[in-house]
C-alpha cells in the first residue's frame, strides 16, 4: 500500500490504530487514538472512518471508538488460536474443578506471553492475567516454559534484553533464567512461586503439537500452597490436549 510522507505504509498505520487499542484501554475517540498512534489527526480521523465503515471499529452512542465485532469474527477464522483454544478448554475445565483457583493458556508471540483464556473460581486469590493479555516470557510460568522451549535465538534475544522486574522475586539475572530453563526442559514443568505477584505461585507444562511446543497450560496459585495436586493435573490435562490436536489435524 502506498507509503505516507514519514516512510509508513497504510498496513502500518493501521496496525498503529489497532494498537491503540488494549485491555485497558477499550473505548476512545479519534483524537486519543491519532495522539497514541502517533499520527497526524486528519490522517487518524480518516482511518478510524474508513475502519468503520468495514466494521473493524465501531462507535457508541456518544462517538468514541471502540473495536469492532468484524474484526473479532475475521480474527477466529481459521485461526489457530481457536483450534488450540477449543481443544484446551474442556481439559482446562478440568484442571480448575481440582484446583478452584485460576487455570490459563498462552501462547508465543512477538517475545511475550500472549493469554488466549483464564479460567477463574470466585474466591481465587491474586492474579494479574487476563485473555488477550500478555506478560513478560520471564516473568510467569506459562512464560518459562514458552521460553524454555522456544528456539535458541529467540531465548538469546531475549535474555539479552533488559528484563524488568515485575514483582519483588522475578528473576531477572540472565544466568540465573538460563540454569531455570534448563531444568524445565529437563523436568518438563516449572514452578514459579512470586514471579509476577508475591502472593502467588506459578505453575505450568507445555502443550506440543506434531513435536513442537505451541503452548503452555498453567495454574496460579496462593504461594502457601503446596503445587504438587496442581502439577498432576496440569500434566494429564496437557497430554490430553496433544491428542486432541492430534485428532484434529
Known amino acids: 500500500m502506498a507509503n505516507s510522507r514519514s ?3 497504510m498496513t502500518a498505520r493501521i496496525v498503529r490504530v489497532l494498537e491503540t487499542f488494549d485491555t485497558d484501554r477499550t473505548v476512545q475517540t479519534a483524537s486519543d487514538i491519532a495522539r497514541r498512534a502517533g499520527l497526524p489527526s486528519s490522517t487518524a480521523h480518516r482511518i478510524v472512518a474508513e475502519l468503520t465503515i468495514s466494521g473493524l471499529l465501531e462507535r457508541d452512542e456518544d462517538g468514541r471508538v471502540h473495536l469492532g ?9 481459521g485461526s489457530r488460536a481457536l483450534r488450540l483454544r477449543q481443544a484446551a478448554l474442556p481439559h482446562m475445565a478440568r484442571v480448575q474443578e481440582i484446583v478452584r483457583e485460576h487455570t490459563q493458556l498462552a501462547v508465543l508471540e512477538r517475545d511475550e506471553a500472549l493469554f488466549l483464556e483464564r479460567l477463574s473460581h470466585p474466591d481465587a ?9 500478555r506478560l513478560p516470557l520471564h516473568a510467569s510460568s506459562s512464560g518459562l516454559v514458552l521460553l524454555a522451549y522456544a528456539d535458541a535465538d529467540l531465548r538469546e534475544r531475549v535474555l539479552a534484553a533488559p528484563l524488568r522486574l515485575v514483582a519483588r522475586d522475578t ?4 544466568g540465573v533464567l538460563r540454569g531455570i530453563l534448563r531444568a524445565v526442559r529437563r523436568a518438563g514443568y516449572v514452578i514459579a512461586p512470586g514471579s509476577v505477584e508475591s502472593v502467588s ?14 503452548a503452555a497450560v498453567s495454574v496460579v ?3 502457601s500452597s503446596s503445587p504438587d495436586e496442581a502439577l498432576t493435573a496440569l500434566r494429564d490435562a496437557g497430554a490430553a ?8 489435524r
Do not use: F, H, K, Y
Not at 69 to 77: D, F, I, S, V
Not at 171 to 174: A, C, E, N, R
Not at 201 to 214: K, L, N
Open 221 to 223: 496459585l496462593p504461594r
Open 69 to 77: 465485532m468484524r474484526l473479532w469474527e475475521l480474527g477466529l477464522r
Open 125 to 133: 486469590g491474586a492474579n494479574i492475567t487476563r485473555i488477550a493479555g
Open 201 to 214: 505461585t506459578g505453575v505450568a507444562v507445555p502443550i506440543r503439537d506434531r513435536g513442537e511446543v505451541v
Open 171 to 174: 528473576v531477572t539475572d540472565p
Open 7 to 9: 516512510g509508513d505504509s
Open 241 to 248: 490436549i496433544e491428542a486432541d490436536l492430534r485428532d484434529t
